[in-house]
Structure formats: C-alpha cells, structure tokens
C-alpha cells in the first residue's frame, strides 16, 4: 500500500457545516492518521487471505499434478509402455527402462540412433531406417510416427514384436529437433493372431479333408484332395501321404503337394535305421510324432537338407486301417515352432478321419468281393440249375415228340400201304405230304421253343407276363397231357414286367414241376393248376395254385432253402425253388412267396 502524507492546508481547506461533508466536525491529523491504517491493515489481512487461497489453490493443483502423473506412470508400467526422446542433430536418444527392454538394450549400453538400428531385426532394419528419415527430412509429412518392427535382444537373442507411435517437432528452420515417442511389447498378441490363423487354417483343411473323404471312393482321392487342401488352405509349404512297403518298411509317396523339392529322392523309413533313413518325425509304430526345429538328435542326418529346402518345422501321423500302420501323412511347414498342441489336435483328427475313411472304403471292396463272389456262386447255381432241368426240358420234349412221331410213322405205313393195294395216286401223296409237313413244322418249332429257353438274356427287357405264361406251358405241353394234368390260365389283362423272360419262365416251369411231381407223389386223380394274371396297384401278379394236397406246415418255410428237397437225392437238387426265389427278388425285385390253400398250394409272384 502505498504511503499517504496529509497537509495542514489540506485539512483547513474542510469546509464546516450542520449537514454534509462541510457540516462535519473538523478531524484532527492523528484520527486521520488512525483511519488510514485501519483501512491499511485491512486491504492487508485481504490480500494475505487472497494469497493464502491462490497458495492452497495451487498446492492443490501440484496435488491433482502428481497424482496424475502417478497414475499416468502406472499406466505406462501395467501397459508395458516404452518411452524415448531422440534428438536427430546429435543422434543422442533417452529411453525409459521398459523402452530398453524393447529395443533389446543391454543394461550397460548407451543407448544411441545406431545402437537402436542393430537391435532391429535384419529383416526390418532398413526398411525402418528410411522411413524414420523420410520423417526427419520431409516437415511436410506432418511428423506423425506409426511403425511395427521386430527386434532381437543383444543379451538374450529373444525375437520381439513392437509397434512404435510418436511426433516429430520442427524449429522454425524446418529442421528436425526433437522425436518423441512410446514403444510396446505386441509379441505375445502377434503370436496369438497367429496362432488363430493357423487354427483357422487348420479347421478349414480338416473341414476340406472331411468333405473329400464324404465325396471321394477311393483312396488316391482321398490322399490327392488332402494334399492340396493343405497347401491351399492350410498355408502349408508342402504335404505327402506315403504307404509303407511291408517288406522294406520304407515309404512310398503316393501323393504330395506344394514346394516337394524337400521330398525328391527322399527315402523314408518307418524303422530307426542306422543309416539315417528316418527324417525327422516320421512314426515308428502308432505315436503321432511333430518337431518344431530341426534339433532333432534321431534326424541329424536330415537337417542340412531340410534347412537347405526351407523345411523349419514339421508334423506327421501314421494312417491306420484295421489298426495296422499302412502309411503317414506328413506336413512341412517354413517356420520354427509352427505346430503347437491345438493344431496337433486337429491333425490327429485328420489322421483318424482319414483312416476312418480308409477302413470304410476297404470294407466296401470287401463287401462288393463278396457280392461279386455271391453273383458268380448264384449264376453257377443258376447254371447247374438249368442243367438240372435240362434232363426235364429233354423229357418235355419227348412227350412233345411222341405224339407227331406216331402220326409221321402212321402216315408212311399208310403210303406203303395203299401202294401195295394199288391205291397209291397223287391226290393221295399230296395229302400225305402236307400232312407230314404240317408236323415236321410243329417239330421244329419245338426245338426253337426250347433253344430259345436256354439262351440266357443279357439285359433286363420289358416282356409280356402272359405270352412267357403260354409259352412255357407249350413247352410242358406234352408233359402235361401224359400226366393228363389240366391246365387253366385266367387273364384279366396282359401286363408287362421288367427283368430276364427266359429267367422268368424258368421259375415257371421250376413251380410247374413240383406241381406235377406232387400230383404223382399224392396220387391225384383230377389234377387241375390254375395260373392267374392281373394287376394290382402298380404291380403285376402271376399265381400258380394247385389241387395236390398241400405243404406239410413243419417244412413250408424251408422249400426255399438251398439244397432243402422232399423228393431224395435221386430225384432232386433242392436248388429249383431257391433259385427261383433269388430270380424274382434279386434280378428282378419283385417277391415269390407261397401259401397253403384249400386242397392244395399256391405261389404268388409280385413284380
């Protein structure tokens, strides 16, 4: 406050008065004097109080400061945040104890612009140096700095990841003076992504391997597609399947794909063999095996050729079937410490999958050997059957025969005959001849009946169901007339079936047969079949019954059995009926059952 000096003069010059300033009573100097200072000592305790505010306000704020800083450096310490501060005039470059980590610094190093450069990786040193520079020299760039960069650590050689961001200032001479910046560790996040990739890839093969295995049929498909589905989605460098030779127990590459340099000339062996011929993680009997560097001390041999292909990593799983080792499919990957336990699992999945698949497809060649081989025996049978009827067809076709041979020898006796009495003329050798003629004709379209009946049919053909009825009851005609077996076919219409006539007419006479033969054995006095032939919802019906007593109940379900007959080996195979069963249900899909009826039997064929 500043100090006040009061005149005499000042003070006479008051002016006196009942009201107002000139009514006051006139003050002497030492109340004057006492009033200053009271006003003096109160702008004082105002301003003491107004600084001791602005103190508190500002200790305050420096509390506030270094919590916030406190807080900031703990964040920079739980984020594992690097700081630096370089100076590019004099190359001289600050770093936080966590940056040095970064960097790969050893304790005692002094850090500097040329020390940061080798610790980079030599992969990533210059293409950072030029960037770096490209700030430094360019203002225009704005300064911002955003990187990723590997180093490896001076001390410890560990390979680390890091991303980088920070600002460059410039003077006002555009010159670049000061970088400053934060660094952190994203290894253990790269490692992650790529391991998620990898994972992903690996999904996608197994997903693309189960995809050939439900499309594929045989086995060099299989192998083929999953060969190419690793390269092509798993990223893989390269991917054989090799089967082992029993006898050598070396592997034969059966398919491969990708970079196959590695496999050229390659001899692998499924037995620890003192000449080396074991690369690394190859199975020796059911362990999946994997290597993730080429330190293996059982493939030594092998690792100046894999390093020499680019071969860093690899993994491999036997392949089974009926749990017997058959092979192994292998991957090669370009990178140490490729395989880690998920992806093995998966792979041991595609293992499995594929042996499965293998185990599928061996039970299927089985399965259709063995159809084949019961083709072939049901054909033989089929064969044998046919010459078993053929003893039959050539008793039909005597009593077919006989009938025309008694009216050809009658009708030469009758020739000679009337030429001995002097009847003979041409009227009556015309006769005679035309006579004969029509039944050498009937003859020889006996012999085509039964010529085309054991012609086998090639290929399934559509056929009139009646017209096979009739026919093969042409050809038991003579039979049947001996027998003096009556016959009636009823048809409603003439529907058609699919499959083998001539089969179909072998199943006829086969039921036609064992009719007649139960005629005799039952000695029936009016044997009487009735054939029946219709439709019914889709379906054509054929039924064959009978008068001749019946089947006992104890055996019906046995006649179409192989080899089951009641008429002793003398008289019967036991085949006729079971392979008319096999005809119908399994040539021509259809069914051929039989029931007892009142007085005797029926047979129902459906097709």
Not at 361 to 381: D, H, P, T, V, W
Request: hydrophobic share 35%.
């Amino acid at each position: 406050m500043a100090n006040v000096t009061i005149k005499d003069e000042q003070i006479a010059q008051q002016p006196y008065g009942t009201d107002g300033p000139a009514a006051r009573k006139p003050a002497c100097a030492e109340d004057l004097t006492e009033e200053w200072a009271t006003e003096s000592i109160d702008e004082l305790t105002d301003t003491i109080h107004r600084l001791q505010y602005e103190i508190n306000i500002r200790q305050n704020i420096e509390k506030d400061l270094r919590h916030s800083r406190e807080s900031f450096m703990l964040a920079v310490q739980m984020a594992n945040l690097g700081t630096f501060d370089y100076y590019p005039a004099s190359g001289k470059l600050l770093c936080s104890d966590i940056a040095r980590n970064h960097f790969g610094f050893s304790p005692d190093a002094s850090p500097n612009y040329n020390l940061f450069l080798s610790a980079l990786h030599p992969d990533d040193r210059n293409r950072i140096d030029q960037y770096i520079a490209n700030l430094v020299s360019d203002p225009e760039s704005g300064g911002t700095y955003s990187a990723e960069f590997r180093t490896i650590g001076m001390d410890d050689g560990i390979e680390r990841w890091i991303t980088s961001r920070g600002e460059i200032f410039y003077n006002t001479s555009r010159q670049a003076v000061r970088f400053i910046g934060v660094t952190r560790d994203i290894s253990e996040e790269k490692r992650s992504k790529e391991m998620i990739l990898r994972l992903n890839r690996m999904h996608a093969v197994l997903s693309a391997t189960n995809q050939a295995i439900v499309h594929s049929r045989d086995e060099a498909t299989i192998f083929r597609k999953f060969c190419h589905v690793a390269i092509e989605h798993g990223g893989f460098k390269s991917a054989f399947i090799g089967l082992v030779d029993s006898t050598t127990g070396l592997f034969t590459v059966t398919a491969s794909h990708g970079d196959t340099q590695y496999l050229d000339d390659l001899q692998i062996s499924s037995r620890l063999e003192p000449d080396g011929k074991r690369p690394v993680s190859v199975p020796v009997e059911y362990m999946p095996a994997y290597g993730n560097s080429c330190n293996d001390p059982t493939s030594w041999p092998w690792h100046e050729r894999a390093l020499r292909d680019g071969v860093h990593a690899s993994a491999c799983i036997p392949l089974l079937r009926d749990n017997n080792v058959i092979g192994a499919l292998a991957l090669y990957a370009d990178n140490k410490d490729y395989f880690d336990s998920h992806q093995m699992e998966l792979i041991r999945q595609m293992g499995t999958d594929i042996s499965f698949a293998l185990g599928v497809i061996e039970n299927e060649k089985r399965r259709q050997k063995a159809e084949q081989a019961l083709r072939e025996k049901e054909q033989m049978l089929l064969q044998q059957s046919r010459h078993a009827a053929m003893g039959e067809m050539i008793g039909n076709i005597a009593h077919q025969w006989r009938q025309p041979l008694n009216s050809l020898g009658l009708t030469a006796q009758q020739m000679l005959l009337f030429y001995d009495l002097g009847e003979f003329n041409r009227e009556f050798l015309v006769e005679c001849v035309e006579k004969s003629m029509e039944l050498i004709q009937h003859m020889s379209a006996t012999i085509d009946d039964f010529r085309s009946y054991f012609k086998p049919n090639k290929e399934r053909t559509g056929f009139c169901c009646y017209d096979s009825v009739i026919k093969t009851l042409s050809l038991m005609e003579g039979n049947f007339r001996a027998k003096h077996i009556k016959v009636t076919v009823h048809a409603e219409s003439k529907p058609m079936m699919y499959g083998y006539p001539n089969e179909f007419t072998q199943v006829l006479i086969n039921i036609l047969s064992n009719a007649s033969d139960a005629f005799i054995e039952h000695k029936i006095c009016q044997p009487h079949i009735i054939i029946t032939v219709f439709n019914d919802e889709g379906k054509t019906i054929v039924t064959i019954s009978d008068n001749a007593g019946g089947i006992p109940d104890d055996i019906i379900c046995k006649i179409f059995d192989p080899y089951f007959t009641t008429k002793g080996s003398q008289s019967g195979t036991g085949m006729g009926l079971f392979m008319s069963k096999a005809i119908i249900e399994k040539n021509m899909a259809g069914s051929l059952t039989a029931r007892n009826i009142e007085g005797g039997t029926e047979f129902r064929i459906e097709v």
